[in-house]
């Protein structure tokens, strides 16, 4: 009498994609820019309207047309590149549909109303942060390896596998086969290698594009230019000047604030000021003035630490005002100065990367 088998149990656990990092990233920067670029355009323009006397064809529908494609187009197709040019498409297509949000948040359909900014901004930022999440190496099980392992079976279909991408799937199949608890996975694993390391499977010379040029050529350009000594003493003038301008902006309200005379014409700007429009608004741009003082504080602070030769600790806390900035006080910033807020952000996103790749290229964390 032959023994009954039981049905293995199914395994619904979902498998994070090895290439998500890649896509959100070309999804935020697809985000960033059709929002910049259609405030830019419009505002040069002169916010021309697509239409006539009866329709209006809004931005926000050629946004909700992208985002279908993106869509159609991951459900439809299976190719990696087909994922980039996606993501490229629901970036784009977030960004010109939430462009519009003032629209959908007011009775009066308001597309430049105050909260629309901040409401960009911070969605722009949890996109960043998904991001920052997703790309945080994680340790995969063998079912999860496997999951990789079979995409990266593409290159060999697509004849496109490579001496180091051919490695790279050999050791993930060897570490499958020695950690996983299934036999079916080792034995699906110990086949695969068997395949791979075969001469039935097409190896391609792996050839210098245009990308890998431009960063070779782009770190020639900062080593030849941007020994430590010059890197550093650009960014603490980067940092100094970003303390002293913060600084003096508070000082002069701080100045104000303590001048009779000055207070009550301050409180008639604010009455004036079409954001503050009442105690909460009033509230927000206080808590706003704080966060700005903290911010410039501790810019100062890292200064001082930079100018020590104290580079470790002077780029945490630089770092610790640039982050605070961009996610705290800028959300603020975005609601009383609307998008002129952009050019900040984009120098304080540009000094914060550019302190990281001082802390990354001289090894400051183990300093």
Known sequence: MSETKHPAARVRRPVLNRNAPDYLLLMVVAF?????????????????????????????????????????????????????LAAVAAGAGVGLFIDEVGKFITQTTDYFFPLAAPIIYAAFLITVFVYLVVRRPRAQDARAAMYTILEDLQEVLDRDLNDDEREALLDRLSQ?????????????????????????????????????????????????????????????????????????????????????QGRAELISLLIEAPQVTGDASLLSYLTMIILE???????????????????????????????????????????????????????????????????????????
């Open 176 to 260: 499958v086969i020695a950690d996983s608890q299934r036999d079916d996975l080792r034995h699906l694993a110990e086949m695969l290698r068997s395949f791979i390391e075969s001469d039935t499977v097409p190896i391609r010379t792996r050839a210098t594009t245009p990308w890998d040029r431009l960063l070779e050529w782009l770190h020639k350009v900062e080593v030849r230019w941007l020994p430590r000594g010059r890197y550093r003493m650009l960014i603490v003038a980067a940092v100094a000047v970003t303390s002293i301008g913060s600084l003096i902006a508070i000082a002069a309200l701080a100045a104000l604030i303590f001048d009779p």
């Open 293 to 367: 003082a903290i911010g410039a504080l501790l810019m100062g602070i890292a200064a001082v630490l930079y100018v020590r030769g104290n580079d470790l600790l002077g780029s945490r806390i630089a770092s610790l005002a640039l982050v605070v900035s961009l996610t705290l006080t800028n959300v603020l910033g975005f609601y009383f100065d609307q998008f002129a807020m952009i050019a900040t952000v984009l120098f304080q996103l540009g000094l914060l990367l550019a302190i990281v790749r001082y802390q990354q290229r001289f090894a400051l964390a183990t300093a």
């Open 32 to 84: 960033g820019v059709t929002v910049v670029g259609t405030r830019a355009f419009l505002q040069i323009t002169g916010f021309p309207q697509l239409g006539n006397e009866t329709f209006h064809i809004a931005h926000a529908l050629w946004g909700g047309l992208l985002l279908l494609i993106g869509g159609w187009l991951m459900l439809m197709f299976a190719n990696r590149w087909i994922f980039r």
